[in-house]
Every structure is written in structure tokens, then in C-alpha cells.
């Protein structure tokens, strides 16, 4: 895969780097967004494709992207498909500090080194190029604001962003709501977009890791002393009542 074309990865990161900032918003789940774009880069370049909820490696072939390339060798060693779900919630902790390192031998960020709170070491990042955020955030604008379908990798990219939280980040407060809506609604033009834009949210939000329709249901509770409503004290009125 050459270097002409930017991958759904790498536009994700760049759309959640704020450029006054020099910081990434959504931190803790965008490195789930980039495990999941690597899945979408990798079923667009052909090596992958969706069986069910289910990821297949259909040519192992490498890309040419060592980043995707690591990710294809892992899916390979497998043996056997695995649930999106599965793969997105896996050890991903660092893939954005590698997504980073990436974009900076590629020249698209450049590395600012400063502290915090006059101490601790930080390091920040800016774009090299400002117009290359400005493309990619123009096209999500376009699809949102026409309502027209939009290409996959675009329709992809506005998954991933909604489903790591990023609608807040690129269209803030409410004169952003309906944008951030219509951000949502492009899921649904991506099949293999939609597939890991849910993975996504459902690791988010803790969704067990067997599908529903494979759970047994679980038995009815037993009485205990504890489990039984407890009854009102009649005092009164109303124990004369009751004895009558």
C-alpha cells in the first residue's frame, strides 16, 4: 500500500488531534476507533472481510503498511475468525502512541516537547500541515451538510468518529446537535464501517462477550429471606382491622 493515499487510521487521529492543544480528545476510547479502522483499512485493501459479526483473513498478503501489517499477522495467527468485538476489546493500550510515532515519520505531526505544571515531561503534537485536517474534516462536512452518500472510507471514518465520541469534539454545544445526529446517521452507509462502529460502542459500554441469542437464559431466582418483599407492620387501626 504506498504512501499517496492516508489511511482511515491516520485520518481518525488526525481528526481527534486539536490543533490549539496539541492533544487528542477522546483518549481512552479512540485507541479503541484506531484497532477498529485498522480492521476497516484492512477489509478495503481486500485482506479481510466481515463473516457475521465476525472478522475472516481472506489474503494474507501484506499491505506495505507495517502498522496494518502487524495487525494482519495477528488476525492471520488466529486460525479461525474472530468477532469484532473480540478483537477491538483486546490489549490495544499504546496503539495511539504508535498511531502518533507513525505520523511523524510520515511528516503529517511533529513532536512538541514540553512539562506539566512546570515538571512532569509532556509531549504534544501538531499538524505539519494544516490543510490535510481541513480535507478530511471538509468531507464529513459535505456528507453531513448534503445528506448525499457518501464514498465508504468517508462514511467509515464518520462511524469511527461518532462511535468513539467524537461528535462533541468536531461539532460542540447545540448549534452542533444536528450535525452531530447526522454524524450518527452515516453509519449506516458502510457495512464493514457500521460492523466495527458497533464493536466499538459495545466494548464501550461493557456489552457481554457472547452474542445475546447464545445466552441461556438464567434460572429463576430462589426464594430466600432476603429475596422475600417484606409486609408493613400493621399497628393500630389497622392490626384491629386485620384480626376482625
Do not use: F
Request: some cysteine; proline content about 9%.
Amino acid at each position: 500500500m504506498g504512501r499517496s493515499r492516508r489511511t482511515i487510521p491516520e485520518e481518525l487521529l488526525l481528526l481527534a488531534l486539536d490543533p490549539a492543544t496539541g492533544t487528542t480528545a477522546q483518549p481512552q476510547s479512540l485507541d479503541l476507533g484506531l484497532a477498529g479502522a485498522q480492521l476497516v483499512e484492512l477489509a478495503l485493501a481486500g485482506r479481510i472481510a466481515p463473516d457475521g459479526d465476525r472478522i475472516a483473513v481472506v489474503m494474507p498478503r501484506p499491505t506495505g503498511d507495517p502498522t496494518l501489517d502487524s495487525a494482519l499477522e495477528l488476525l492471520r495467527r488466529r486460525g479461525s475468525p474472530v468477532r469484532a468485538v473480540h478483537w477491538i476489546g483486546g490489549p490495544r493500550l499504546g496503539l495511539r502512541q504508535i498511531y502518533l510515532a507513525h505520523l511523524e515519520r510520515c511528516g503529517m505531526v511533529h513532536a512538541v516537547a514540553g512539562q506539566m505544571c512546570g515538571v512532569l515531561p509532556t509531549t504534544r503534537y501538531q499538524a505539519t500541515d494544516t490543510a490535510i485536517s481541513r480535507e478530511i474534516r471538509t468531507r464529513l462536512d459535505t456528507a453531513i451538510r448534503t445528506g448525499v452518500p457518501p464514498d465508504p472510507r468517508t462514511a467509515a471514518l464518520a462511524a469511527l468518529a461518532h462511535a468513539v465520541g467524537l461528535g462533541k469534539h468536531l461539532y460542540p454545544g447545540n448549534e452542533g446537535r444536528s450535525s452531530r445526529s447526522r454524524l450518527r446517521d452515516l453509519i449506516r452507509h458502510d457495512p464493514m464501517g457500521g460492523l466495527v462502529a458497533h464493536a466499538v460502542m459495545d466494548v464501550q459500554n461493557g456489552v457481554a462477550a457472547q452474542p445475546r441469542r447464545d445466552r441461556a437464559p438464567a434460572p429463576p431466582a430462589r426464594a430466600t429471606a432476603s429475596s422475600v418483599p417484606l409486609q408493613p407492620r400493621r399497628t393500630g387501626a389497622m392490626a384491629r382491622a386485620a384480626a376482625h
